[in-house]
């Protein structure tokens, strides 16, 4: 065992640093200071620098456009991502569609859709969930009924995250619902546009809005937007889902959020001293502190480890912890602000009301975050889901 | 010992939840607080019309003489129905504020406008340096020829807005922090000098950062002693957190109930998933959690005559439990509902947003764990 770090990953990661450094649309930086709602445009302005540079898809191989970094590269590419406090790239169609595509669409499919999500000219969502199905998501209904040389979509998704944006929706419909459940989903690809699609917005309690309702009516799909073989799309779909929790523990923005964190429990009085120097407060940010550390090596272990792209079962522990200690950051920052957790930047807008920040700037988000980061817990597989699979596939229970 | 409710007690109940079965559903609720007002003036009126703004105050200035397990089962219920209307802050804080310190004039001038549901009262207590230290104040009022000059700023004052009078803390005397020094006034809002930035809530209410400048008060403003406010403040506040804690009693109940629906109506992998073992165990442990919050509630509740330690230590020790099981239902209830959890359309959002703020009101959990520990000592 050595902990030191190659000569050649240092190097790398101060290319990396450097490059963010100079390139991160400073901009991007003021909006999520304040919290400001983010659009599709700064989105892909991010995505369009990185495209450039040739580093927007980490994980491709070489011959679609990816850099053929290393693992290790990769993981130190994330880190220093997160670290500058980056804009996400967005994760459906460069780390969940495209390597189904890869592996099981046709020449021409990835042809059409690969450059594309690379230059990030289409914007992709995730139809799976339905109404009726989420954690038991091969109980999916949504059919698909061949008419000539179309599908024909009617029903509803749910949850689609920024459906709102997508010029493009992969959905799992079902084409057969004979026999095993699991048997008869096929991987469809369609585009928003066409006649038929209606989204819905779905307000969150954090009064933030990022997750849609998809409804189809009639909507015609060609065949040929089919993705391998039809009632076979589970399959793929379960290679997909374990891309997708991948980089779930997010380590790297743990750390400077617990870094901002420090700051605000330093500039926060409690009995006219800083609250940082509150021995019960202190003592918990301490403890938050030790736990993403041992996260830390578990994500480290697993990645030096790796001898292929499949993290296999650890994928399911770092998304639990990971998220685990998300949440208690929020928990913390929320406590933190004190009263100023009441001030609701997202409320009703009426005619008397304040101009927002009310308090310290770095309050606003404390109420909103510690509601939002409920969702981790949740989506990707919710961490009683996870605990099945690491329970089966580990234990052998 | 007894543990059963009085007729009337049973009433109140009923008279409440009757109007919350019938009027205040999520959408009404949301409804008002999405209003540019944020209250309902009409539901204000109803509840002076069924006598519930009356129940705490003396039968002298148009009371009920209840109990404070009177209003205990008022909270209850408007813990159950996510009620807006400045109940809490009117008739619980302020109203206790005016009882407990207030002369027999300003009881006779306020109390009875208080019961017709003319006034609506907030207090403004914390400061954006305090916390929930009560006398980390730097407001001052400054003695002046027949009255007191009022400066300084207050944080979050709940119900800000539609607040007709405050009462407001301030230093008369003393450093900063010192319970020796602390004087109340009550004070017209309308009053030259006081300015007003009004926001919603992230539970659904409305609160004011309000600042005061030069702002003169008569000697008549003065509630209780001069400098010796601190005390009439903290029974208050103790008064006030115990039936916080009710609230939230209430809504955890309202959460438990409609979780537990929740699981028995919602299927996965072809059961209903309160058939799984982990959401049954959790299902559990949410109930023993409400069980224990309803039981230290009573307790404190019960002690709020007591002497003055037994009181303090019973409030702290049901405000810190009533925080970690909050939390506790509150978070277990948003992750059983998934992502319908996760919604602004389900009342689950709306609960687990109230019962969060309340662990952070009047003292959060480290706070009065704090405060037991040292009053244990
Ligand atoms: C913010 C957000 C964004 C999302 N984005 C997308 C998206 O872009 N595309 C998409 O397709 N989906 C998306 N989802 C959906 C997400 O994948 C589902 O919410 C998730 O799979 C859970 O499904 P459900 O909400 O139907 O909950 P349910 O499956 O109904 O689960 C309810 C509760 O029961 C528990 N449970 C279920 N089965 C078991 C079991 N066998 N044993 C023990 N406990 C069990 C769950 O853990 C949960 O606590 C998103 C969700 C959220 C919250």
Same mark, same amino acid.
């Given at each position: 065992?050595?902990?030191?770090?190659?000569?050649?990953?240092?190097?790398?990661?101060?290319?990396v640093?450097?490059?963010?450094?100079?390139?991160?649309?400073?901009?991007?930086?003021?909006?999520?200071?304040?919290?400001e709602?983010l659009?599709?445009?700064?989105?892909?302005?991010?995505?369009?620098?990185?495209?450039?540079?040739?580093?927007?898809?980490?994980?491709?191989?070489?011959?679609?456009?990816?850099?053929?970094?290393?693992?290790?590269?990769r993981?130190?590419?994330?880190?220093?991502?997160?670290?500058?406090?980056?804009?996400t790239t967005?994760?459906?169609s460069?780390?969940?569609?495209?390597?189904?595509?890869?592996?099981?669409?046709?020449?021409?499919?990835?042809?059409?859709?690969l450059?594309?999500?690379?230059?990030?000219?289409?914007?992709?969502?995730?139809?799976?969930?339905e109404?009726?199905?989420g954690?038991?998501l091969?109980?999916?209904?949504?059919?698909?009924?061949?008419?000539?040389?179309?599908?024909?979509?009617?029903?509803? /998704?749910?949850?689609?995250?920024? &459906?709102? !944006?997508?010029?493009?929706?992969?959905? #799992?419909?079902?084409?057969? +619902?004979?026999? %095993?459940?699991q048997?008869?989903?096929?991987?469809?690809?369609?585009?928003?546009?066409?006649?038929?699609?209606?989204?819905?917005?779905?307000?969150?309690?954090?009064?933030?809005?990022?997750?849609?309702?998809?409804?189809?009516?009639?909507?015609?799909?060609?065949?040929?937007?089919?993705?391998?073989?039809?009632?076979?799309?589970?399959?793929?779909?379960?290679a997909?889902?374990?891309?997708?929790?991948?980089?779930?523990?997010?380590?790297?923005?743990?750390?400077?959020?617990?870094?901002?964190?420090?700051k605000?429990?330093?500039?926060?009085?409690?009995?006219?001293?800083?609250?940082?120097?509150?021995?019960i407060?202190?003592?918990?940010?301490?403890?938050?502190?030790?736990?993403?550390?041992?996260? /830390?090596?578990?994500?480290?272990? &697993?990645? !030096?480890?790796?001898?292929?792209?499949? #993290?296999?079962?650890?994928? +399911?522990?770092? %998304?639990?912890?990971?998220?685990?200690?998300?949440?208690?950051?929020?928990?913390?920052?929320?406590?933190?602000?004190?009263?100023?957790?009441?001030?609701?930047?997202?409320g009703?807008?009426?005619?008397?009301?304040?101009?927002?920040?009310?308090?310290?700037?770095?309050?606003?988000?404390?109420?909103?975050?510690?509601f939002?980061?409920?969702?981790?817990?949740?989506y990707?597989?919710?961490?009683?889901?996870?605990?099945?699979?690491?329970?089966?596939?580990?234990?052998?229970? | 010992?007894?543990?059963?409710?009085s007729?009337?007690?049973?009433?109140?109940?009923?008279?409440?939840s009757?109007?919350?079965?019938n009027?205040?559903?999520?959408?009404?609720?949301?409804?008002?607080?999405n209003?540019d007002?944020?209250?309902s003036?009409?539901?204000?009126?109803?509840?002076?019309?069924?006598?519930?703004?009356?129940?705490?105050?003396?039968?002298?200035?148009?009371?009920?003489?209840?109990?404070?397990?009177?209003?205990?089962?008022?909270?209850?219920?408007?813990?159950?129905?996510?009620?807006?209307?400045?109940?809490?802050?009117?008739?619980?804080?302020?109203?206790?504020?005016?009882s407990?310190?207030?002369?027999?004039?300003?009881?006779?001038?306020?109390?009875?406008?208080?019961?017709?549901?003319?006034?609506?009262?907030?207090?403004?207590?914390?400061?954006?340096?305090?916390?929930?230290?009560?006398?980390?104040?730097?407001?001052?009022?400054?003695?002046?020829?027949?009255?007191?000059?009022?400066?300084?700023?207050?944080?979050?004052?709940?119900?800000?807005?539609?607040?007709?009078?405050?009462?407001?803390?301030?230093?008369?005397?003393?450093?900063?922090?010192?319970?020796?020094?602390?004087?109340?006034?009550?004070?017209?809002?309308?009053?030259?000098?006081i300015?007003?930035?009004?926001?919603?809530?992230?539970?659904?209410?409305?609160?004011?950062?309000?600042?005061?400048?030069?702002?003169?008060?008569?000697?008549?403003?003065?509630?209780?002693?001069i400098?010796?406010?601190?005390?009439?403040?903290?029974?208050?506040?103790?008064?006030?957190?115990?039936a916080?804690?009710?609230?939230?009693?209430?809504?955890?109940?309202?959460?438990?109930?409609?979780?537990?629906?929740?699981?028995?109506?919602?299927?996965?992998?072809?059961?209903?998933?309160?058939?799984?073992?982990?959401?049954?165990?959790r299902?559990?442990?949410?109930?023993?959690a409400?069980?224990?919050?309803?039981?230290i509630?009573?307790?404190?509740?019960?002690?709020?005559?007591?002497?003055?330690?037994?009181?303090?230590?019973?409030?702290?020790?049901?405000?810190?439990?009533?925080?970690?099981?909050?939390?506790?239902?509150?978070?277990?209830?948003?992750?059983?509902?998934?992502?319908m959890?996760?919604?602004?359309?389900?009342?689950?959002?709306?609960?687990?947003?109230?019962?969060?703020?309340?662990?952070?009101?009047?003292g959060?959990?480290?706070?009065?764990?704090?405060?037991?520990?040292?009053?244990?000592?």
């Open positions: 065992m050595d902990i030191s770090i190659a000569i050649e990953d240092v190097l790398f990661r101060e290319e640093r450097d490059f963010i450094q100079e390139h991160y649309p400073s901009y991007l930086h003021d909006k999520i200071a304040k919290s709602e659009t599709k445009e700064d989105f892909l302005v991010w995505h369009r620098i990185l495209h450039k540079k040739g580093w927007i898809a980490p994980s491709w191989p070489k011959e679609y456009g990816g850099p053929g970094w290393t693992s290790v590269q993981f130190i590419f994330n880190e220093e991502l997160s670290a500058a406090g980056a804009i967005m994760p459906f460069l780390t969940m569609l495209a390597p189904v595509l890869m592996q099981y669409g046709n020449e021409k499919q990835r042809e059409y859709f450059p594309r999500i690379l230059s990030g000219e289409d914007w992709w969502c995730q139809g799976y969930s109404p009726g199905a954690s038991d091969a109980s999916l209904r949504m059919p698909a009924v061949r008419d000539g040389d179309d599908y024909v979509v009617n029903g509803s /998704k749910t949850w689609t995250t920024f &459906a709102q !944006f997508a010029d493009w929706i992969f959905c #799992l419909v079902r084409t057969n +619902s004979d026999g %095993k459940k048997m008869g989903i096929s991987f469809l690809l369609i585009d928003m546009k066409t006649p038929g699609i209606t989204v819905r917005p779905i307000r969150t309690l954090d009064g933030g809005y990022d997750i849609n309702e998809v409804h189809f009516e009639n909507v015609r799909v060609p065949i040929e937007n089919l993705v391998g073989e039809e009632n076979f799309g589970w399959t793929y779909a379960k997909l889902l374990s891309h997708e929790r991948g980089g779930i523990a997010d380590v790297a923005r743990s750390e400077v959020a617990i870094k901002a964190l420090r605000i429990a330093t500039t926060e009085l409690s009995d006219g001293g800083p609250l940082i120097e509150n021995t407060f202190s003592k918990k940010i301490a403890e938050l502190e030790i736990d993403l550390l041992a996260l /830390k090596y578990l994500e480290l272990r &697993a990645v !030096f480890n790796e001898k292929s792209d499949d #993290l296999g079962p650890n994928v +399911s522990i770092l %998304k639990l912890k990971g998220s685990e200690v998300q949440q208690r950051i929020g928990e913390l920052r929320l406590e933190a602000v004190g009263y100023y957790g009441f001030p609701f930047k997202y009703p807008q009426t005619s008397n009301t304040a101009i927002f920040p009310v308090g310290p700037s770095y309050t606003q988000f404390a109420g909103p975050s510690y939002n980061l409920r969702k981790t817990t949740i990707g597989g919710s961490s009683e889901i996870q605990r099945g699979i690491v329970a089966k596939s580990v234990l052998g229970l | 010992m007894d543990f059963s409710f007729e009337e007690q049973e009433l109140y109940r009923a008279t409440v009757r109007f919350i079965q009027q205040y559903g999520l959408e009404a609720r949301q409804k008002i607080v209003s007002l944020g209250m003036r009409e539901n204000w009126q109803q509840f002076a019309d069924l006598g519930l703004l009356a129940i705490p105050f003396a039968e002298e200035y148009g009371g009920l003489e209840g109990s404070a397990v009177d209003t205990m089962v008022v909270m209850e219920e408007f813990g159950r129905g996510l009620v807006i209307e400045p109940y809490f802050e009117t008739v619980i804080f302020s109203g206790g504020i005016l407990i310190g207030g002369s027999n004039e300003q009881k006779q001038q306020y109390i009875p406008r208080i019961i017709s549901g003319e006034c609506i009262f907030a207090t403004a207590f914390a400061e954006s340096q305090s916390r929930y230290n009560l006398a980390d104040i730097k407001t001052t009022a400054k003695v002046r020829n027949g009255g007191f000059i009022l400066n300084g700023k207050k944080s979050v004052v709940w119900a800000g807005p539609w607040a007709d009078y405050l009462i407001v803390t301030a230093r008369t005397s003393g450093s900063q922090f010192d319970e020796k020094g602390v004087s109340l006034f009550l004070v017209d809002k309308n009053s030259e000098g300015s007003l930035k009004n926001y919603p809530t992230i539970d659904g209410g409305r609160a004011s950062e309000i600042s005061f400048e030069n702002v003169e008060l008569s000697d008549e403003s003065l509630l209780g002693h400098d010796d406010g601190f005390d009439l403040l903290e029974a208050a506040v103790d008064r006030a957190r115990a916080i804690c009710a609230e939230a009693v209430g809504a955890m109940k309202a959460l438990h109930e409609t979780t537990l629906d929740y699981v028995k109506l919602r299927e996965q992998f072809g059961v209903p998933i309160g058939n799984f073992q982990v959401i049954q165990h299902m559990v442990d949410m109930l023993i409400y069980e224990e919050a309803v039981s509630t009573y307790m404190a509740t019960l002690h709020l005559d007591h002497p003055v330690e037994e009181r303090q230590k019973s409030v702290s020790a049901a405000k810190a439990k009533i925080g970690q099981s909050a939390r506790y239902i509150g978070q277990e209830a948003v992750q059983i509902h998934g992502g959890g996760m919604t602004d359309e389900l009342n689950v959002g709306h609960y687990f947003k109230r019962l969060t703020m309340i662990d952070v009101s009047l959060n959990q480290d706070y009065h764990v704090r405060r037991f520990a040292d009053l244990t000592q």
